[in-house]
């Protein structure tokens, strides 16, 4: 086997595949045979962190394997994190192993606490369809990609799924009285004891001395409250970035509005209002000046394709998977991505 068995039943058994298997290069010969045209992806998925992928065998032959997308940081949005979305499904020709496989999705998604199973098909895909709204998945949305591709969003929702956010401790009554004492008692002893001078002289001060001002002479000058209207405004600053030259031509004619980055190094000083300069490196005459208009972060580059919509990243890809694969083939990407995250910029080009 491939990984470590996680659960079996009389016929068939669920395998996790795993890039420290001594027994990968058979599992991928396996693969071969049944998906050749995957063999080479699922190998990349191995070693990948935000993609698993899970193994189905009957009686010691692969008859199917699902790719899910798990969450390897905390969620930024709880939502997010109750969901098993599939990436990608094969199965063969036997209805009761398509049947099999999605009951090992299930308890995958039980294992998860995922309130739904979410799968995305092509419109050409019609036996996959079929199958699903026949075992309780609905349509919920249909996305035209260009003339010939449509892709259908299907979505199972699972009534045993906890909805309590894991993320959020309960916190009974008698707790939280004794965390406000506590904060009580960590207060400065200035805060807590603080009294007015004037009542503390009044009963220092005897009968027969001069009482002595409380109040600010009027005379003396006031400097805080000049000091308190004013507000420092920030200064745009300028910032210039290496861009290929098909993405310049991109953005110069509004096709590309957004670039995105890891959530790393100096695009975390971008503000809005700055403005950028984005270059060729070979050429640097051939260049755009940007405004940015809008900054969002976001945990993973497919996150911020569907979001920010993948046209408006990269106007020469025609699928949201193939904009994903773009980014996370740029070496070292993918590993920084999961690390940091990754940032939407918003541009404006700015008129010569």
């Known amino acids: 086997m491939a990984a470590k068995i996680e659960s079996t039943s009389p016929k068939y058994t669920l395998c996790r595949l795993r890039p420290d298997s001594k027994h990968l290069q058979v599992v991928l010969h396996q693969i071969k045979q049944v998906a050749p045209h995957r063999a080479e992806k699922l190998k990349e998925i191995a070693h990948q962190k935000e993609r698993s992928c899970r193994l189905l065998f009957k009686n010691k032959s692969l008859v199917g394997f699902f790719i899910y997308k798990r969450n390897t940081r905390d969620c930024q949005k709880w939502e997010h994190s109750m969901k098993l979305e599939l990436l990608t499904w094969f199965s063969a020709a036997l209805p009761e ?3 099999a496989l999605l009951e090992k999705v299930k308890l995958v998604a ?3 606490k995922a309130k739904s199973i979410d799968v995305r098909l092509l419109n050409t895909e019609n036996r996959l369809l079929d199958f699903f709204t026949s075992h309780g998945f609905r349509e919920i949305q249909t996305c035209v990609k260009n003339k010939e591709r449509v892709q259908n969003l299907l979505v199972l929702p699972l009534q045993s799924a906890n909805t309590k956010d894991p993320t959020k401790k309960e916190i009974s009554p008698k707790n939280e009285i004794d965390r406000k004492t506590d904060r009580a008692l960590k207060r400065p002893r200035e805060e807590i004891s603080y ?9 220092s001060r005897s009968d ?4 002595q001002p409380t109040h600010q002479p009027s005379y003396l000058p006031r400097t805080n409250q000049a000091s308190q209207s004013y507000r420092y405004q920030p200064v745009p600053k300028h ?3 290496t861009l290929r030259k098909k993405y310049i031509h991109q953005i110069r004619s509004g096709q590309k509005t957004v ?4 959530n790393h190094g100096m695009v975390t ?6 403005t950028v300069r984005f270059f060729y490196k070979q050429n640097p005459g051939d260049d755009v000046r940007c405004e940015i208009t809008d900054i969002r972060s976001f945990k993973t580059f497919r996150e911020m394709l569907e979001n920010s919509g993948f046209k408006k990243c990269v106007s020469d890809i025609w699928t949201l998977d193939e904009a994903e694969d773009l980014y996370l083939n740029i070496p070292g990407y993918a590993e920084r991505a999961a690390a940091s995250g990754v940032l939407a910029i918003h541009i404006k080009v700015i008129p010569r």
Do not use: F, N, W
């Not at 009294?195 to 009963?203: G, L, N, Q, T, V």
């Not at 670039?259 to 890891?262: D, F, K, L, T, V």
């Not at 000083?269 to 700055?274: E, H, K, L, N």
């Open 97 to 99: 192993d398509c049947a």
């Open 110 to 112: 039980s294992d998860r």
């Open 195 to 203: 009294e007015p001078a004037y009542r503390s002289e009044k009963r």
């Open 208 to 211: 027969d001395a001069p009482r």
């Open 239 to 241: 910032h210039e970035l």
């Open 259 to 262: 670039e995105g980055r890891i």
């Open 269 to 274: 000083r971008y503000r809005v209002g700055d």
